[in-house]
């Protein structure tokens, strides 16, 4: 699965590599946790920035409160199952992020961090489908998650799933309102590792509070638990 991603791009940044405008200001963002609004690019709304909140409510689930438990979609059964498969159809949406976390199991009671990034940690963007609800309130919010797949080798050594990352290519097909289911499920493949890094960061991630730019920097297993043989 996928719990906790970065966004620490600028504006700018996010507005050269997309493409779209960003209505607003935004902030770095190195923590980002399920429940919690961030920006996403809509196949309704490509040329722009929309910004949802991570944990959807599904269509037949109305007036319910921002979902912790739809936070991610296996790609495999996406498009069959029925809490996604109007979402996947009709409302897709890429994530824009730079890194995403794992935590690897050290023992009963012990895991470590690590994230993962593309070469030269450059922005890229998750496969998403996104939501409509009314609240309590009569108001209209909306919601995203992301898509997963299998994990790549690297990945892997981690945990079995990693999220879908498209390429600048499939991201225009995800967003594309005419692309077919085929041409769509081909999308939802284990990026390549080759292009991929990863390395170990500080458990001060652990805490959805931290969102600092020290957490998305490399940490030595020393700094993580003072013990190098964890590692061993």
């Not at 007036?63 to 996406?78: D, L, M, W």
């Not at 890094?197 to 490399?218: A, E, G, H, T, W």
Request: charged share 25%; glycine share 4%; hydrophobic share 35%.
């Amino acid at each position: 699965m996928c719990g906790r991603y970065s966004l620490a791009k600028s504006k700018i940044e996010l507005e050269e590599r997309f493409q779209a405008e960003m209505p607003g200001e935004f902030n770095p963002r190195y923590n980002v946790a399920p429940t919690q609004l961030m920006p996403v690019i809509t196949s309704d709304s490509p040329e722009g920035f929309s910004h949802f909140y991570w944990g959807i409510t599904p269509e037949f689930s109305k007036n319910k409160p921002v979902s912790q438990k739809f936070i991610n979609a296996r790609g495999e059964t996406i498009s069959e199952k029925v809490s996604f498969k109007t979402a996947f159809q009709k409302r897709r949406c890429i994530i824009p992020a730079d890194g995403f976390y794992e935590w690897k199991q050290l023992g009963k009671k012990s895991k470590s961090p690590y994230r993962f990034v593309l070469e030269n940690e450059k922005a890229f963007a998750f496969a998403g489908i996104w939501e409509e609800y009314e609240n309590e309130n009569g108001e209209n919010k909306h919601t995203f998650l992301i898509i997963t797949t299998e994990a790549n080798p690297m990945v892997s050594e981690i945990h079995d799933r990693m999220p879908v990352i498209l390429t600048p290519e499939t991201e225009k097909l995800w967003l594309d309102k005419q692309t077919e289911l085929e041409a769509l499920k081909s999308c939802l493949q284990p990026y390549d590792q080759a292009k991929m890094m990863s390395y170990p960061v500080s458990p001060m991630v652990n805490q959805v509070s931290n969102d600092s730019p020290s957490l998305i920097k490399k940490t030595s297993p020393m700094d993580q638990f003072g013990n190098y043989t964890l590692f061993g």
